[in-house]
């Protein structure tokens, strides 16, 4: 009975492996990094565009706001450009949201202070579809040129990989103890 219940358990990864490829964990994104969620100074008013278009969202990540006498609205794509904190979708102000990333596509954060969206207190996001892990670099036609080093990965993390080969040798080890 548990030899047939290791090789289901082993299958089933197997099986998993296989339909995923490599898969990367999941990231947490502080809002703002150490500047936080707060209104932007007047020449710093697109603080949180430059952050956003630094990062790469994917379904499964999630936002972590922190903030002081402030809140986080969730909006529809109106009401964020015209500033409109009249019927926002959710509204957090505890001062520590964590936002789950639960679906791809546009996601829309104002702040809910009076005058502060429009002074740049705002997010706008795009959220693509799960981590997926290159099993290798795509090729190119004509080597880097002398001095180009590779940027910086475009999200900090952890990053946990499964691949095929790997769940395949625990399948073999299952088996070979079984026997």
């Known amino acids: 009975m548990d030899s047939l219940r290791g090789l289901i358990f082993c299958s089933y ?3 998993l492996a296989a339909m995923n490829g490599s898969v990367e964990a999941s990231k947490h994104f502080k809002v703002g990094d150490h500047f936080g969620w707060q209104q932007p100074s007047t020449n710093d008013t697109e603080v949180y565009s430059l952050w956003a278009t630094t990062k790469r969202f994917h379904v499964g990540d999630s936002l972590s706001f922190e903030y002081q006498n402030d809140s986080v609205l969730v909006v529809e794509k109106w009401d964020y450009y015209h500033c409109n904190t009249d019927k926002p979708i959710s509204s957090f102000n505890d001062g520590e949201t964590v936002i789950n990333l639960d679906r791809p596509g ?3 954060f104002i702040s809910g202070a ?3 969206c429009k002074k740049g207190q705002k997010l706008l996001i795009q959220v693509m579809g799960l981590h997926q892990r290159a099993d290798s670099p795509p090729s190119t036609a004509n ?3 002398v001095g180009f ?3 910086p990965h475009p999200s900090s993390g952890s990053v946990i ?3 095929l080969s790997s769940v395949f040798v625990a399948f073999i080890v299952t088996v070979i103890t079984l026997v």
């Open 13 to 15: 990864f197997l099986i």
């Open 106 to 108: 546009l996601f829309y």
């Open 114 to 116: 009076p005058d502060h």
């Open 143 to 145: 080597p880097p040129e």
């Open 149 to 151: 080093a590779p940027g």
């Open 161 to 163: 990989t499964v691949t």
